[in-house]
C-alpha cells in the first residue's frame, strides 16, 4: 500500500538518520491532526480552493492510511494520536465524527468532535457520548456564512457549548480567530475568561496561537504564561525561534506535539517574511509560483521533518534532554488524553 501524499526519498531517509532518529522518544503522542474520507465532504464550490492554500496541498486520507504515514515516517516509534475531522464547511461533521469514534474503538487513540456552532447543548453532550471522542475541535470557518473577517472565540465556540464540556471535564483544542492570532488582546481577554468560567475543561491553544511567525508568540504567550492550565500544541509550527519562545516562556511541560496532518506531508521548506511566512515547494500547486532552482528543491525533505528538527534543536539549544523531549512529543499529551478517557466512563 502506498500513502496518498508523499513518498519518502532518500533526501527524507537520511534527514530521519541525521536529525531526528536519535533524538525521538520511542513512543510519540500526535495531538493534532485531521483525518476524513472523501465521502465525508459535501459539494465545494467554485474558487474554494484557490481560497486555500492547503487543500489543495493533501485532503481525504483514511485511518489505515495515517497509519501507514507514521510507520513510514516514524520506522520504530510506536505513534497514538488525536484526531479530528476536515476543517472545512463543506465538511458533514456527524459522519465525520462517527468515522473517527468506530475507527478508534478498540486503540490507544482518541478524537475530538467537529462541532457546528449552531448545534444545541444537547447535541454536543450526544457527540461526546460516542466512544473514544474526547472533546471538542470547534473552528471559525464553520460559522454559517463565515468570509474570513474576525469573530469572537464565542462565536463559534459558544458558552452553552463550553458549559457541557466543563460539566465533564472534556478536551478543547481552540484555534484562535482574528487577524492578530495570539497577539490580539481580545483572544487574550477570551481565553482567560474561558480559564475562569470552565476551568475544568482541559484547554489546548492550537498552534501555539497559530504564531506561526515570531511576533505573535513574543507579543501574546507572557499573558498566558502564568496560568498552568493553559496548554498548546505545535502542530503546523517549524519556526525555530517559535520553538525557542514557547518553550523559554511556557516550558515543556505545556507544549504537545502535533503534526497538523495531512498537511504537513508536504515537500518543502518554509522561510519569514516579517508576519508573513512563504511556503516553498517542489510539489505541483497553482499556487506554487515561488520557486527555487531544481538543484535546491532536490534537497527538500516534508514538512513535518523540518518542523520536528526545529523542535529538537531549540530543545536542545536550550539545555534540555530527552525527558522534556518525552514530555513534549509524548508523555504531556498521552497523561492529559488518559485523564480525559478516565473521566469520560462517568459521561
Ligand atoms: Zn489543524
Known amino acids: 500500500m502506498a500513502h496518498p501524499y508523499f513518498e519518502l526519498r532518500d533526501v527524507d531517509r537520511r534527514f530521519w538518520e541525521e536529525r531526528l532518529e536519535s533524538y525521538l522518544p520511542p513512543r510519540l503522542f500526535d495531538a493534532h491532526r485531521h483525518v476524513w474520507l472523501a465521502e465525508h465532504l459535501g459539494p465545494s464550490w467554485p474558487g474554494r480552493k484557490r481560497t486555500d492554500w492547503a487543500s489543495e496541498v493533501a485532503g481525504p486520507e483514511s485511518l489505515q492510511h495515517a497509519a501507514l504515514g507514521y510507520s513510514l515516517l516514524f520506522p520504530g516509534r510506536e505513534v497514538c494520536y488525536l484526531a479530528f475531522g476536515a476543517p472545512h464547511r463543506e465538511c458533514?461533521?456527524?459522519?465525520?465524527?462517527?468515522?473517527?469514534?468506530?475507527?478508534?474503538?478498540?486503540?490507544?487513540?482518541?478524537?475530538?468532535?467537529?462541532?457546528d456552532p449552531q448545534w444545541s447543548a444537547e447535541r454536543v453532550a450526544e457527540a461526546l457520548r460516542a466512544p473514544r471522542i474526547i472533546g471538542i475541535k470547534p473552528y471559525q470557518d464553520l460559522l454559517p456564512n463565515f468570509t474570513g473577517e474576525d469573530v469572537s472565540v464565542f462565536d463559534f465556540c459558544p458558552h452553552e457549548h463550553l458549559d457541557v464540556l466543563?460539566?465533564?471535564?472534556?478536551?478543547?483544542?481552540?484555534?484562535?480567530?482574528?487577524?492578530?492570532r495570539l497577539a490580539a488582546p481580545e483572544n487574550i481577554t477570551e481565553v482567560r475568561e474561558i480559564r475562569r468560567r470552565y476551568p475544568r475543561v482541559i484547554l489546548v491553544i492550537a498552534h501555539v496561537g497559530r504564531s506561526y511567525a515570531g511576533r505573535y508568540a513574543r507579543e501574546g504567550l507572557?499573558?498566558?504564561?502564568?496560568?498552568?492550565?493553559?496548554?498548546?500544541?505545535?502542530?503546523?509550527?517549524?519556526?525555530?525561534?517559535?520553538?525557542?519562545?514557547?518553550?523559554?516562556?511556557?516550558?515543556?511541560q505545556r507544549l504537545l506535539f502535533g503534526s497538523d496532518f495531512p498537511i504537513l506531508y508536504m515537500r518543502g521548506r518554509r522561510c519569514w517574511e516579517g508576519d508573513r511566512y512563504i511556503n516553498l515547494t517542489s510539489g505541483d500547486y497553482?499556487?506554487?509560483?515561488?520557486?527555487?532552482?531544481?538543484?535546491?528543491?532536490?534537497?527538500?525533505?516534508?514538512?513535518?521533518y523540518e518542523a520536528l528538527a526545529?523542535?529538537?534543536?531549540?530543545?536542545r539549544c536550550l539545555g534540555y534532554g530527552e525527558a522534556e523531549l518525552e514530555a513534549m512529543l509524548h508523555g504531556n499529551a498521552r497523561c492529559l488524553v488518559d485523564r480525559v478517557l478516565a473521566a469520560k466512563e462517568s459521561w
Open 92 to 115: 458533514r461533521l456527524e459522519e465525520n465524527n462517527a468515522y473517527l469514534s468506530r475507527g478508534l474503538e478498540g486503540t490507544s487513540s482518541a478524537a475530538l468532535a467537529l462541532t
Open 166 to 180: 466543563n460539566e465533564r471535564g472534556a478536551w478543547l483544542t481552540l484555534h484562535l480567530p482574528r487577524r492578530e
Open 222 to 252: 507572557p499573558a498566558l504564561a502564568e496560568d498552568e492550565g493553559i496548554f498548546f500544541d505545535t502542530s503546523a509550527l517549524l519556526n525555530p525561534a517559535v520553538y525557542a519562545l514557547a518553550m523559554d516562556r511556557i516550558g515543556p
Open 286 to 304: 497553482s499556487w506554487n509560483v515561488n520557486r527555487e532552482p531544481p538543484e535546491v528543491e532536490a534537497t527538500y525533505t516534508l514538512f513535518i
Open 310 to 315: 526545529a523542535c529538537v534543536d531549540m530543545a
